[in-house]
């Protein structure tokens, strides 16, 4: 029964927001303003009844309801409470209906807050929002239906992949979908405009924060993947160039570039049809994510066949948006005067220089993604595009944009002197000099990609600490703590981007691994760490199998860890897993992994060790906390737009 | 990442480590080159993992044939030429730059120099009249002697 309150539920939703596409973009048009205001209402109701929808998938799942297909063949009932309600998302209809609860929950989040938005501009945001959601409501109700019933129940269902019973990828699709989703908002933002026919200061000024929220959520959820990879899948990779990897990448390089964009339009009033376009293609390329995951076009040359129908639906609503959003913008934009001037050494020009940098970064990402299928299909060729390719032709752009931000973050707008510039940067030039001298010292030689990178990285930080010192006017500490957060936002943020560049190119520079056969009580040395095999022991998880073993960990004749790496057999998919044990530092981490046992006695043991590699991570959860704190700030507080929404009403 | 899963999800019976101990090669500097070609070999069977990280039985067969070719004297390439002569050139991670491949790895450069042609074109108009016309010419100069006397 709830299941089929959930069903309808959804199809009610389909039918609000093809209500809410329609009625109030007409009134928009015709300035009837009962028409215009039924936008807000309409909003709200769809994301009612999707989460209505949700709940009622989410309850089947945590009661192991097996007459429902999709609990059937993702769930079971020994499994985890965490995982049976995470196993909601972790298949394709279930992660489809997060998809539009998120597009929903935005569309609402626009009706109620945003106070002073125009009821016009509103009205059509939220319409081509509605156009967004009637596309994804329909793709799911016709092709990916999560309450479709089985007639005879089975007595127990066939289990999530035990690779994503992890804490770690529970919360990762949420993520990514918020950020996926919250271009969406970028998107009817800049249609909506293009429809107005107007972008101004005040237009940037509503399109950033749900920007800048997009971003975070894209950073965190990109994180999360990269770090799960690292801890699950047993070697220690966190990046690894996948096509389905580079799909939440590419949107996050784009969004970074309209970030930066809309800062100028709204400060300068230029760049307005450039960033239009930027929030175009940020949510094409979110579109195109989506594509590359569901369809298995790109991941798997043979699987194009295997579900022909979701693909090109699809691609249908990729090539509708995109395509009719660029019609719309090859006859409005030319419309969109700049007005500010500037000289080409000025903030503006810095920025032009970010998103070029970003965008062509994007480019490079994409054309790998797709060449495989573009060479597949125009020449009949079968080759793969993999990380050697995508270190070569990314990372460059990488550290241009490393090289020339903190200048850019100090120019002041307008005009400014690169001499003037680079003046109270000798500080942070000369700690990036002695962080690369010492890399190199310690390095031995042969390493370039950490004596850069790990230069590069301190100039970052020390330009985002110059940045913030100069904000004060120089008047001191006092100054700093009441600093604007937009300034503290985007100094912690670049200084985070610093923190991932050292630890990214330290990581790859340093690592040390270690592969043999250990014996029981016999120890082994790895880069100045002994290591023992204490014992193997078999052990019973909640609905697994686990091999356990013991290791100590010592230095100097010190006990530095004592970790317990596992191996795991989850019989109802009859799948392994390694579960490495990792004992976590702020200048290096162990990751220790136990394999199979020997013929002759002993086990294979991997060890690592991999300096710096806790700062990835710690770079990201930084940029994203700049982002919140930038969020945060007085101009875009929701909370104030809303009460000075309510001030003024009385005047109208 | 979620291709990762399904290639591996997709292996049931697999072993629980990609190299195996017993297929290091005693020489250092030997197994140190094995392990870099080895990293940018794509795993002929999984979905985008190299044959370092991957787990498929297939995988140890070209790790073991990459290793043979380096013990038998073969160059890093001679190796890596070896077994794309059985496999194909879908086993290269990154795609040899030749013919239609061009396309593919000028397309970045291109892109950028074209953006950055672009963006100095705007930049330029952007620019504050004062700098456009630093100086009047002389008939410019007379008019606005006039002006200033009226």
């Known amino acids: ?652 | 990442m979620r291709a990762l899963i399904l290639a591996l999800s997709l292996l049931i019976a697999l072993p629980a480590l990609a190299v195996q101990p017993d297929e290091v090669l005693s020489d250092p500097a030997l197994e140190a080159r094995a392990r870099e070609i080895s990293k940018v070999l794509r795993c002929p069977v999984c979905q985008g993992e190299t044959i370092d990280e991957s787990n498929a039985p297939i995988s140890r067969d070209l790790r073991l044939y990459l290793r043979e070719r380096l013990v038998a004297g073969d160059s890093d390439d001679a190796a890596v030429a070896a077994v794309v002569d059985r496999f194909g050139e879908y086993v290269l991670f990154q795609p040899p730059a030749r013919g239609v491949n061009w396309l593919l790895y000028l397309a970045g450069p291109v892109m950028a120099l074209l953006a950055l042609l672009t963006g100095w074109r705007f930049i330029r108009s952007r620019r504050p009249a004062e700098e456009r016309t630093e100086t009047l010419s002389a008939e410019e100069k007379a008019r606005l002697d006039q002006i200033m006397r009226d």
Request: glycine share 10%.
């Open chain 1, 1 to 652: 029964m709830i299941v089929e309150i959930g069903h309808f539920a959804l199809i009610l939703a389909f039918g609000v927001a093809i209500f809410q596409m329609i009625v109030p973009m007409v009134g928009a048009a015709r300035g009837w303003s009962g028409w215009i205001d039924s936008a807000r209402p309409a909003a709200l109701a769809q994301f009612g009844l999707i989460a209505i929808s949700f709940v009622a998938l989410t309850l089947a799942f945590v009661s192991s309801d097996f007459s429902v297909l999709l609990v059937y063949e993702n769930s079971h009932t020994a499994k985890p409470m965490l995982y049976k309600i995470s196993g909601v998302w972790g298949n394709h209809e279930g992660s489809m209906l997060l998809w539009v609860l998120i597009l929903s929950l935005f569309g609402a989040a626009a009706a109620t807050f945003d106070a002073n938005l125009p009821p016009r501009l509103r009205a059509r945001v939220l319409s081509v929002q509605a156009a967004i959601g009637v596309a994804f409501l329909g793709f799911i109700l016709f092709t990916s239906n999560p309450f479709l019933r089985i007639e005879a129940p089975p007595f127990d269902g066939r289990d999530l992949n035990p690779l994503l019973q992890d804490p770690g990828l529970a919360f990762h699709p949420p993520f990514l979908y918020l950020g996926y989703v919250g271009l969406s908002m970028a998107f009817s933002f800049a249609v909506a405009a293009l429809i107005e026919g107007r972008v101004d200061a005040a237009w940037a000024r509503w399109v950033r924060p749900w920007t800048l929220a997009a971003w975070i959520f894209l950073t965190i959820g990109i994180a999360l993947g990269s770090w799960w990879a690292y801890y699950e899948l047993g070697w220690g990779g966190f990046w690894f160039w996948d096509p389905v990897e580079n799909a939440s990448f590419m949107p996050w390089l784009i969004a970074a570039a309209l970030l930066h964009s809309a800062i100028v339009v709204e400060k300068r009033e230029v760049l307005k049809s450039w960033t239009i376009l930027l929030a175009i293609m940020a949510f094409g390329f979110s579109l195109i994510g989506t594509f590359i995951v569901r369809s298995g076009v790109i991941t798997s040359v043979h699987s194009f066949a295997s579900d022909p129908e979701r693909g090109v639906f699809i691609l249908a609503i990729l090539g509708l948006f995109v395509g009719g959003a660029l019609t719309l913008y090859t006859f409005r934009a030319p419309a969109m005067q700049a007005k500010g001037v500037f000289a080409p050494v000025s903030r503006e020009g810095a920025l032009v220089l970010n998103n070029i940098l970003l965008a062509v970064a994007a480019f490079v990402v994409f054309i790998g993604t797709v060449w495989p299928l573009v060479a597949e299909m125009a020449w009949d060729k079968k080759l793969s595009v993999g990380a050697p390719f995508f270190e070569k032709a990314f990372t460059p752009f990488m550290l241009a944009l490393a090289i020339v931000l903190p200048l850019g973050a100090i120019l002041p707008w307008k005009r400014g002197k690169l001499k003037r510039a680079l003046l109270p940067l000798r500080g942070a030039l000369a700690f990036a000099a002695a962080v690369a001298a010492l890399v190199f010292a310690v390095s031995t030689g042969h390493s370039a990609l950490a004596v850069i990178g790990a230069g590069l990285g301190a100039w970052l930080l020390g330009g985002a600490a110059v940045d913030l010192w100069l904000r004060t006017g120089n008047s001191g500490l006092s100054r700093l703590a009441r600093l604007p957060r937009a300034d503290w936002g985007k100094a912690i943020a670049h200084g985070g981007l610093g923190v991932t560049f050292i630890g990214i190119s330290l990581l790859m520079a340093w690592q040390v691994e270690d592969i043999r056969v250990a014996q029981v009580g016999q120890p082994f040395t790895v880069a100045g760490y002994e290591i023992t095999l204490e014992k193997v022991e078999e052990r019973p998880g909640p609905n697994y199998d686990a091999t356990i073993a013991t290791m100590r960990v010592s230095k100097n004749g010190r006990q530095v860890a004592l970790l317990h790496p596992e191996k795991r057999v989850y019989p109802v998919q009859a799948m392994p897993t390694t579960e490495a044990a990792i004992q976590n530092g702020l200048f290096r981490d162990l990751y220790l992994v136990i394999g199979d046992p020997q013929q002759g006695g002993g086990w294979a043991v991997r060890s690592y060790v991999k300096p710096f590699a806790s700062w990835i991570w710690l770079g990201c959860a930084l940029m994203a906390l700049g982002g919140l704190v930038s969020l945060s700030d007085r101009r875009y507080r929701v909370a104030a737009g809303a009460r000075r929404g309510i001030v003024a009403q009385p005047a109208e």
